[in-house]
């Protein structure tokens, strides 16, 4: 299942596909993968917790990395004071 969601599959691509087709090379590369292996895109605004599938897949897959398995989820924008969270 690991494997598979790396490096991807016949009938889909995985993570490493993902970090090379969402086109950035800083930081947020890793959480646009992770959105776009959630739902299949980014939404058109570039706003990571809009469009379809779990709004908060992006950064509970970054909080699970950090070692927080059972924080309350925030809203980007409320955590880091922004008017939009964009990456």
Not at 8 to 24: C, I, M, R, V
Not at 61 to 74: F, T
């Amino acid at each position: 299942m690991i494997k598979d969601g790396v490096l991807g599959t016949t009938s889909g691509p995985g993570l490493q596909q993902l970090l090379a087709e969402q086109g950035h090379r800083d930081d947020s590369q890793w959480f646009r993968a992770a959105r776009m292996y959630n739902g299949g895109q980014i939404d058109p605004t570039q706003l990571l917790e809009e469009g379809c599938c779990t709004k908060s897949y992006a950064s509970d897959i970054a909080n699970r990395l950090k070692g927080w398995v059972d924080e309350p989820r925030e809203d980007p924008k409320q955590l880091y004071g922004l008017q939009e969270a964009r990456l």
